[in-house]
Structures are given as C-alpha cells and as structure tokens.
C-alpha cells in the first residue's frame, strides 16, 4: 500500500478509525475508480492478497462488502468479478442521494453560514486543478462539498444513509467506460453552478439545483446510451 494512499485516507475516508477490511475495501474502490479494474473483470483474491500484503481473510471479507453495495459480484463456478454497470444503477443511487441532500436542506432551509460556503468553495476551486495524475481525487472532492449540504443537519442515520452511497459516485466515473478526461472537465462547472445556488440560500432553488445536479448525469448516461448528443 503507497504511502500517497495512506496519506489521503485511501480515497473517501474521513478516514477515522477504519479496519483491515474496510481499507481493503477502499483499495479495491480506488482500482475500479481509476480503471485498473473494469467491469466484467475477474478479480483474483490471491493477486490481490500478494499486492496489499494482507491475508485473503480481508480480502474475500472486503470483496463481500463491495457486492452488498453493488461494486462486484459472485458467479457460481466462476467466482468475483467487477460488476458491470446499468444506467439503472446510477439513476437509483443518484436519486437517493439527492433526496436526502434535499431532506437535509428543507430541514434547515438552506442557512449556510458563510464558513459553510467557503469549505463547498474550497472543494469546487480543488475540482478545477484535477489532472489525469490526481484522477482518483475526483470523487472524494465531490463527497468533500456534498458533506457540508448533508451534515449541516446534525442527523446522522441520514449521513450514514447518504454516506452509504458514496460507491455510487464511482459507479458514474465508470458507466459507460468514460474517459478519465472528460470525467475531470465535468466535475467544476456543474459543482461551481450547485455552490452557486446555494449562496442565495433558497430552498427551492437549492433544492432544484441539487435534483438537476445529480439527474444530469443521468440524462447524459441516458443519452449516451441511445447514441444521442
């Protein structure tokens, strides 16, 4: 394990005080994120053990986590591999995750302090210098601003419920086999137009703009499906 991962909590961590399993399993995200995973590929307990320099009881235990979220599945006489991924996937996580955001805002009707503003404004200036180099930062930048619209409401069975979808993300990096490049271009223009929104403090409008934010992927993906623009 490099110490650049270790040093950045292993992509989504807030890292706390995680077990082997659970780092395991952010390793295994963080493969399929950037792409040395894809879907439909067979993944090899055994590699993965001599690679990480853990035993396959962490392993297979990291493996059965990410197929509870969705990330691989098990085929009989066939064993794990990388699940491959459905518009349908997407939208579902997606549609979760932005109902819960829009919970938490209509409960405290969108008052960001301006301490709330600066940390989203930090994560959105962050998403304009991402390179192919810093890929594996593109989700957690995202979840770094989507913390502070679901954590403002102080309660945590809906962060641990938002929290849970977190592999969602890596599933819209992934759909479709899209570049690395134009996931990066992506990622600042339509998080600088959500803070945006939410500095006028409007629950309506706050609320919108988050339904539009995650769907507009979806429509993409949708498109893109079709053979459309």
């Not at 819960?100 to 969108?110: N, P, T």
């Not at 959500?194 to 629950?203: N, S």
């Not at 409008?205 to 459309?228: F, P, W």
Request: charged share 30%; net charge negative; aromatic share 6%.
């Amino acid at each position: 394990m490099s110490d650049h991962r270790r040093e950045k909590g292993l992509l989504m961590g807030k890292l706390a005080f995680k077990t082997l399993r659970e780092n395991v399993a952010e390793e295994i995200r963080l493969k399929i994120l950037n792409q040395e995973l894809t879907p439909g590929m067979r993944i090899i307990e055994q590699e993965l053990s001599d690679e990480l320099g853990v035993s396959r009881g962490p392993i297979r235990e990291a493996l059965r986590q990410l197929e509870q979220e969705g990330m691989v599945e098990y085929t009989r006489n066939v064993g794990c591999s990388v699940r491959e991924i459905t518009l349908q996937d997407v939208y579902e996580t997606y549609l979760l995750r932005s109902n819960y955001e829009m919970i938490a805002v209509r409960l405290y009707e969108a008052q960001f302090t301006e301490e709330e503003i600066a940390k989203m404004e930090e994560a959105v200036e962050l998403m304009r210098n991402l390179t192919i180099e810093n890929y594996s930062d593109v989700v957690s930048y995202g979840c770094m601003l989507h913390a502070v619209i679901i954590e403002k409401a102080g309660l945590a069975r809906l962060t641990k419920a938002w929290s849970d979808l977190e592999y969602g993300e890596i599933l819209s990096c992934n759909a479709g086999f899209v570049d690395k490049q134009s996931v990066i271009e992506r990622q600042y223009p339509i998080h600088r137009d959500l803070v945006d929104v939410c500095k006028t403090r409007d629950v309506d409008a706050v609320c919108q703009a988050i339904s539009d934010h995650y769907m507009v992927t979806v429509k993409r993906l949708k498109n893109e499906e079709q053979g459309g623009a």
